[in-house]
């Protein structure tokens, strides 16, 4: 079955320093997105990424959907404590989305 | 604009009760998805549908658990004779197109089995 890999699974940063998740499928995408979740929230849309090697940028937040679409990637330059939350990639494979499980960022300041 | 609405926030239920979830999609959208999250785990997809109608339910357990979007009315989410590993958060989220649009997530109901 289609698989959604994250990692790390977790990642401490000073405040200041950039972050970076990473998402694997074992199989090709339609297409990708990427939710925010604070501690105890619901998780917040943030993209969608559809195109082969697409780059979107959000202020200090890159995105990437690799070449094959079975990776991508998001990077916070400058992490601020507002960063703080689990960061989901989930896998569009047509009639659903599987989601990975998350990469945690604290943000030390 | 209202976002999406769940309730209740919290529920809790004895062993072998039913539980009840209910979800207000956005107004506008007809697309309603259904998902579990375990204390520090990822979304799990459970089941997603139309208007009175289950497009794919291929994530949610075959036995004690339905899912129904009438007509008129919240999409509601049930769970019969529940057991303690039932104990989770349920996020609906609604979009106003099918997959693969935007998800608009609703607050969740934390369901904890005792």
């Known amino acids: 079955g289609q698989q959604v890999m994250q990692i790390p699974q977790y990642q401490h940063v000073q405040e200041g320093e950039d972050f970076t998740t990473y998402c694997n499928s074992s199989?090709?995408?339609?297409?990708i997105q990427w939710y925010k979740q604070r501690p105890g929230g619901h998780p917040v849309f943030l993209i969608q990424?559809?195109?082969?090697?697409e780059v979107k940028k959000q202020k200090r937040l890159t995105f990437q959907f690799g070449e094959a679409k079975k990776n991508s990637s998001l990077h916070i330059t400058a992490t601020q404590t507002t960063d703080v939350g689990t960061y989901f990639c989930?896998?569009?494979?047509?009639?659903?989305?599987?989601f990975g499980p998350g990469t945690r960022l604290s943000v030390l300041p | 604009n209202a976002g999406v609405m769940q309730n209740p926030r919290h529920l809790v239920r004895r062993r072998g009760q039913e539980a009840r979830l209910r979800c207000s999609p956005m107004k506008g959208h007809s697309h309603v998805y259904w998902y579990r999250q375990l204390p520090e785990e990822g979304l799990k997809f459970m089941v997603y549908?139309?208007?009175?109608?289950?497009?794919?339910e291929s994530g949610m357990p075959k036995e004690r658990f339905s899912a129904e979007f009438p007509k008129e009315g919240p999409s509601i989410l049930r769970i019969q004779q529940v057991v303690r590993g039932d104990s989770a958060a349920y996020f609906c989220?609604?979009?106003?197109?099918?997959?693969?649009?935007?998800?608009?997530f609703g607050p969740g109901t934390r369901l904890t089995v005792t």
């Open positions: 549908l139309q208007k009175e109608n289950i497009i794919d």
């Open positions: 199989t090709t995408l339609s297409n």
């Open positions: 989930a896998g569009n494979y047509g009639q659903n989305f599987v």
């Open positions: 990424l559809v195109k082969s090697g």
């Open positions: 989220a609604s979009s106003s197109q099918g997959m693969p649009y935007e998800q608009y």
